[in-house]
């Protein structure tokens, strides 16, 4: 997903399997707070600095802390998002987990609005946002895409994974839709701050007169999905592994179908400010090595996000 910045725009690229998108059923500029309450059971990893060979390099405060506090959207399901019991799970907090073996610390996730992560970033309130996060170069360099202005000073990022955005309906519904052209003259619904609402801004500008693009944004995307659902829009976008868990679970799959090809695949990235680039190291060179002992694939397996896996992690590679 990702605050807001462009993210994705056109071609069709490589897609995650819709099928094997999930592989458990049950399984930026803007300001915004969100519920920034802790759970105890969002905590993920528990490894002791003793034993965890790149302990070393992050920053000595964060090692007496023995923490990373992360600013994430859970209401992103499967890549973040509370089980039945209240837990946080998702591919996001199995990847910090076997992070914080790496680095002997607990990353402690805390809930807030997707579109407040990086503000909350700059606040100090978190140490990194890990939040199914595109890497693009607004965020990189601060700058609202709506006006091209440069807003804050901007993150860095740590790349993890390539996914791109997709389109869902109703089932046996898609009101003709397969492409972003033929939005126009429909409703679409969205979450607010992400790259599926700067796709539809920019769609809306292409659209010919008469066929307007509305489009309706909302906190969380499963409030978009609610709106789908009872017939208040033609369709949702988001990034593609939200939508295919969506058209699996939601309904018992009876729900949604995906339209059209993935657009715009791009990195997710975990940000982390500009001025902490010992911590954003270090989280690379543990990224680097649960890709290399293999820990990383079988988190994308599980999740059924092995087709957006990468070959090593790199620093600000959206473009």
Request: hydrophobic share 35%; charged share 25%.
């Amino acid at each position: 997903m990702t605050a807001s910045s462009t993210r994705r725009t056109t071609a069709a690229r490589s897609r995650l399997a819709a099928a094997g998108a999930i592989a458990v059923a049950g399984a930026l500029l803007l300001t915004g707070c969100g519920d920034q309450t802790k759970d105890k059971n969002n905590d993920s990893g528990s490894a002791s600095t003793s034993n965890a060979p790149l302990a070393d390099k992050l920053p000595q405060e964060i090692r007496s802390k023995g923490k990373i506090r992360v600013g994430s959207d859970i209401a992103y399901a499967p890549v973040e998002y509370k089980d039945s019991a209240g837990k946080v799970v998702g591919l996001d907090p199995d990847l910090a987990a076997a992070l914080g073996k790496q680095l002997g610390v607990t990353f402690e996730f805390q809930n807030g609005t997707f579109d407040g992560l990086i503000t909350g970033l700059r606040s100090d309130r978190y140490d990194i946002a890990m939040s199914a996060m595109t890497d693009n170069k607004n965020r990189q360099e601060g700058v609202d895409p709506d006006t091209g202005k440069k807003v804050g000073e901007g993150v860095d990022f740590v790349d993890y994974l390539t996914a791109g955005v997709s389109i869902y309906t109703r089932k046996g519904d898609t009101k003709s839709i397969a492409t972003w052209d033929d939005l126009c003259g429909k409703k679409l619904a969205v979450q607010r701050g992400t790259t599926s609402e700067d796709l539809a801004k920019q769609q809306a500008k292409k659209c010919p007169s008469g066929k307007k693009l509305a489009i309706e944004a909302f906190d969380d995307n499963q409030q978009a999905q609610t709106r789908l659902r009872s017939g208040g829009a033609d369709a949702v976008s988001a990034d593609f592994p939200v939508a295919a868990y969506a058209v699996k679970t939601s309904g018992g799959g009876k729900d949604f179908e995906i339209v059209g090809d993935q657009v715009e695949a791009a990195p997710y990235g975990i940000a982390v400010s500009k001025t902490e680039t010992q911590l954003r190291d270090a989280l690379q060179a543990a990224m680097d090595a649960i890709i290399k002992n293999g820990e990383y694939q079988k988190i994308l397996e599980k999740w059924g996000a092995q087709d957006g896996a990468v070959k090593q992690s790199v620093i600000n590679g959206g473009k």
